[in-house]
């Protein structure tokens, strides 16, 4: 069979952050910040001031993570803002919503977080080769909000299908549920046995792509911890993304000529 796509994790996969070690409240505040300044510039303040704002939207979107651990539904940050919003007296239209709000939360990644210097150069040498690309996150954000941070790290060219790019909080279920992979499989338009899985969680990214067919690799960034009992074996494992060929080369012989 034909390696004709390759799904990538996002986070600790295509981006390392391993430099960043911050207070996550206080870079939510930055950007709540600038949403609570945007509706005070409109004439359309908030009834309540920031760190209030800041606190009860922190408290739901814990809350809506505590039980996406248990039923695998991604938690959504924008809808949850919205929600965070219109609880202090905040009400869309068709000149001010959603949309505004997001932009004005002017996401462009953590501070001290990076992409990891393999990447660029291979995606660039799968993208020459004709292979499909594409990213499965489990973020809680719309990818709306992820590509901006793409664009920023330089990523966005190596993954121009936007259906390809692919958000949990979009499809409305987290990794390792089944759904979110065959989503991505049908946005590609490639088998599982056409399309392999490169993410840095044995669960998640690991057993959830073999789950739905797929082989999957395992990134390692960090010292492993020991997979479940034995139950969850990577079809390989890799320190660099360079070491992707020569894997690529034992599962899908000529791969790079496009020979199954």
Not at 18 to 46: I, T
Not at 163 to 182: C, M, N, S, T
Request: aromatic fraction near 10%.
């Amino acid at each position: 069979m034909a390696l004709k796509a390759i799904l990538f994790d996002m986070d600790d996969t295509l981006i390392d952050w391993s430099a960043w070690s911050g207070e996550w409240r206080q870079l939510e505040r930055r950007h709540l910040q600038q949403v609570y300044d945007l509706l005070m510039n409109a004439s359309r303040p908030l009834n309540t001031d920031v760190d209030t704002f800041t606190d009860y939207y922190g408290g739901r979107l814990r809350e809506a993570w505590i039980e996406a651990r248990t039923n695998l539904i991604a938690p959504h940050n924008g809808r949850l803002l919205l929600q965070t919003l219109e609880y202090f007296g905040f009400i869309p239209d068709a000149h001010l919503g959603l949309n505004e709000c997001i932009a004005a939360y002017n996401w462009r990644g953590a501070p001290g977080v990076c992409v990891f210097p393999d990447v660029p150069p291979m995606l660039a040498k799968f993208q020459q080769l004709g292979i499909k690309m594409g990213i499965v996150t489990n973020a809680s954000q719309p990818m709306q909000m992820r590509d901006t941070e793409l664009e920023a790290f330089g990523l966005l060219q190596y993954f121009p299908y936007q259906p390809a790019r692919i958000a949990a909080a979009d499809v409305g279920y987290l990794k390792p549920h089944q759904a979110i992979f065959e989503h991505a499989l049908n946005v590609l338009g490639t088998t599982p046995e056409e399309t392999i899985f490169i993410g840095d969680n044995p669960v998640a990214d690991i057993a959830g792509a073999q789950s739905a067919g797929m082989k999957a690799i395992l990134r390692v960034i960090s010292p492993a911890p020991k997979l479940i009992s034995g139950l969850i074996v990577p079809d390989g494992a890799i320190n660099s993304l360079e070491e992707l060929p020569v894997i690529f080369d034992n599962l899908f012989p000529g791969w790079q000529n496009g020979v199954a």
